[in-house]
């Protein structure tokens, strides 16, 4: 008799919407992005608390947008670097999470460099559906609502969960991607956001 101990149970597959999207709740989902009939890569994941307690020790109302273009490989100490001198308090945890992310990207794409953009949102910037300049670009919301989404020509309206990873085909991969995205409106209602962009250099 085998022992069923060793026996891992078998993991649900990638699940697979039609018209552009899949998601998933393993990183490895990401890399689906490079298909040509994907154009929205999902991980759900959940956001380690950790994170979740470094941003509620940040004054979101006074911190400043930072923006940082460097080689994936030196994104951990540079990102660390830019919030220690923009005043926010240790946050390692972040930290380290960004720059996982940017060599996702980076790895992904076969870029060397990225841009990474982490931003307080308070507004209805963005409040329009669009695709952006770019070849793939990735968005996470660490604090706040998450990025909404829907497929083009149809009404139904997607909001990512906060820890959400969404990789976002643009019109640099497609003239005219079959998914649509843009911020939640918020400014009616006084909510705030935190989100983390990030692109290849090369495509901005």
Known sequence: MKNLAVIEPPRPPAQADR???????ESAILGRILADDVD?????????PRVA???????????DDLLLTCEAAKVE????????DSGYP??????????????????????QRVTIRLEVVETDACRKFHADFVTVRTITT???????????????????????VGLFKGRLAHGEPSILHRSPPIADLGE????LVIDSAASR
């Not at 705030?192 to 989100?195: G, N, S």
């Open 19 to 25: 018209d552009g999207a899949v998601h998933g709740q």
């Open 40 to 48: 929205l890569a999902l991980w759900e994941r959940h956001l380690d």
């Open 53 to 63: 307690q470094e941003i509620a020790a940040i004054d979101l109302d006074t911190v």
């Open 77 to 84: 100490e540079q990102f660390r670097a830019l919030l220690r």
């Open 90 to 111: 240790p946050c390692p945890v972040l930290v380290a999470d960004v720059a996982m992310l940017a060599a996702l990207h980076a790895r992904l794409l076969g870029e």
């Open 142 to 164: 660490y604090f706040g609502r998450g990025t909404q989404w829907m497929r083009g020509g149809e009404d139904q309206v997607h909001e990512l969960a906060a820890g959400t």
């Open 192 to 195: 705030t956001r935190l989100v």
